[in-house]
């Protein structure tokens, strides 16, 4: 099975920098898709930003323009670079990839456990 492990999140003051960090193992496998979604309390998950395996890539309008979705194929990391931070950032961050699990001879799509960003003075 893949695992995702994500880190990095912390608490930051408004107009602030953060970069999570989402390290996937377990298999051998390809990425098709990464991505970030986002659950605020007593909000649904959203989507943050994804990069598709052709480097394509797409951000929630609310985002566009701070954060950085990208992702070290080699390594197999994903990170999101987040700047001008603001306090409806805050939320519980999830990486999530999708591809093609060669030791299960099927796809997947997989989770993180998640990682706090707080944004507040």
Same mark, same amino acid.
């Given at each position: 099975?893949?695992?995702?492990?994500?880190?990095?999140?912390?608490?930051?003051?408004? @107009? @602030?920098?953060?970069?999570?960090?989402?390290?996937?193992?377990?298999?051998?496998?390809?990425?098709?898709?990464?991505?970030?979604?986002?659950?605020?309390?007593? /909000?649904?998950?959203?989507?943050?930003?994804?990069?598709?395996?052709?480097?394509?890539?797409? %951000?929630?309008?609310?985002? /566009? @323009?701070?954060?950085?979705?990208?992702?070290?194929?080699? /390594?197999?990391?994903? %990170?999101?670079?987040?700047?001008?931070? /603001?306090?409806?950032?805050?939320?519980?961050? %999830?990486?999530?990839?999708?591809?093609?699990?060669?030791?299960?001879?099927?796809? %997947?799509?997989?989770?993180?456990?998640?990682?706090?960003?707080?944004?507040?003075?």
């Amino acid at each position: 099975q893949v695992q995702l492990v994500e880190s990095g999140g912390g608490l930051v003051q408004p @107009g @602030g920098s953060l970069r999570v960090s989402c390290a996937a193992s377990g298999s051998i496998f390809s990425i098709d898709v990464m991505g970030w979604y986002r659950q605020a309390p007593g /909000k649904e998950r959203e989507l943050v930003a994804t990069e598709s395996i052709d480097r394509s890539t797409n %951000y929630a309008d609310s985002v /566009k @323009g701070r954060f950085t979705i990208s992702r070290d194929n080699l /390594k197999n990391m994903a %990170y999101l670079q987040m700047n001008s931070l /603001k306090p409806e950032d805050t939320a519980v961050y %999830y990486c999530n990839t999708a591809g093609f699990d060669y030791r299960l001879n099927r796809r %997947y799509n997989s989770w993180g456990q998640g990682t706090q960003v707080t944004v507040s003075s």
